[in-house]
């Protein structure tokens, strides 16, 4: 089971195409951390997030997560200990909250970016989002809920994610 990011708007699964965004800056094989471009290769994909004190638990087979309050994504190139992974938010290292005020977390879903053997520096919190008017990412790819959550019921644990 493969998705396939065919260009900076197209994201395909089976027969389903679905609208999506990329970075900013388009694609990359070098990336680079705050760079704003989406990581080309071939990519397991993690955990499925989600905000319950906002949303249902979605209908999937992926293992499924609840965004806490304190939650947040390591992007601290300097924190070998950290760096590319999920923390508290009252640690003393750069982050991304995971519980946003805007929509855009409410899901997502990890890609296994810069994961196995973490380097610094190279990238970190590559995620399938939302997003409702298709602007450009820091990285991540976007798509619609509605998408989001027709595709989260078609995939399995085994599904990979291949960035042309």
Request: proline content about 2%; some cysteine.
């Amino acid at each position: 089971m493969l998705i396939i990011l065919k260009n900076k708007d197209t994201l395909i699964f089976d027969e389903f195409k679905f609208r999506c965004c990329i970075g900013k800056n388009g694609f990359s094989k070098k990336k680079v951390e705050g760079d704003k471009k989406t990581p080309t290769g071939l990519f397991s994909l993690g955990h499925l997030y989600y905000r319950a004190d906002k949303k249902e638990k979605p209908d999937t087979k992926i293992k499924t997560i609840k965004i806490l309050k304190n939650m947040g994504w390591c992007n601290d190139s300097s924190s070998r200990e950290f760096y590319n992974k999920i923390i508290n938010t009252r640690l003393k290292v750069k982050h991304e909250k995971l519980r946003r005020n805007d929509f855009k977390y409410d899901y997502f879903l990890h890609i296994k970016y810069n994961w196995k053997k973490i380097k610094l520096g190279i990238g970190s919190a590559i995620f399938i989002h939302l997003t409702k008017d298709y602007s450009p990412t820091a990285g991540c790819i976007g798509i619609s809920e509605k998408d989001f959550l027709i595709l989260i019921k078609l995939i399995n644990k085994k599904t990979k994610i291949k960035i042309l």
